[in-house]
């Protein structure tokens, strides 16, 4: 029996600066809330915009690297599982929830507050606790910690705000 796919891929910016709690165990537990516009035009050729809001949560290490990194504005990536909750409210009635259990983050552009940081980091929380290095086709190093544009495999650049990388190496060890 084949198994099911529940994978969800946003690119949004943060309403608000993360939420951080830790559970009994220590793990900490960052919630965020993200915005994601789309744009379309109508009939008339008038442009429309629609802002969906999910609301996101990271567990572990990545949930600890969110909490220092992200503020509010800033632009994220999240991949990651939906998940549909019901529970009994307060007042008796029976609520609906839905919420987006990342298991990849990795930030886009500077820092929303307008400080430094172009650089980007890419962390995968494997089943809500811990981390693995990298992102799938992309040339992550160090830890999982990503440095040049876009999320996909290319070529690799510092980001402006980085040291200069170390001349660990001479010439000849240069394959062409």
């Known amino acids: 029996m084949a198994r099911g796919i529940n994978k969800v891929i946003l690119v949004g910016n943060l309403g608000n600066d993360p939420d951080t709690k830790y559970t009994q165990g220590g793990m900490a537990v960052t919630k965020i809330s993200l915005a994601t516009t789309s744009v379309r035009k109508d009939r008339d ?22 909490a220092e990194y992200l503020r509010k504005g800033s632009q994220v990536y999240i991949e990651g599982s939906i998940r549909y909750d019901k529970y009994t409210g307060q007042d008796g009635v029976e609520k609906y929830s839905t919420d987006i259990i990342a298991d990849e983050m990795q930030m886009l ?57 170390s001349d660990d190496f001479s010439d000849d060890d240069i394959p062409f």
Do not use: C
């Open 45 to 66: 050729g008038n442009t429309q915009e629609r802002t969906e809001w999910h609301r996101v949560t990271m567990f572990g290490k990545l949930g600890e690297i969110a």
């Open 109 to 165: 552009g500077g820092r929303g507050d307008g400080g430094g940081g172009g650089g980007q980091r890419s962390q995968r929380s494997e089943g809500g606790e811990g981390y693995g290095g990298g992102q799938r086709g992309g040339g992550s190093y160090g830890g999982g910690q990503r440095q040049g544009g876009g999320y996909g495999g290319g070529a690799s650049r510092p980001a402006p705000n980085s040291p200069p990388p």
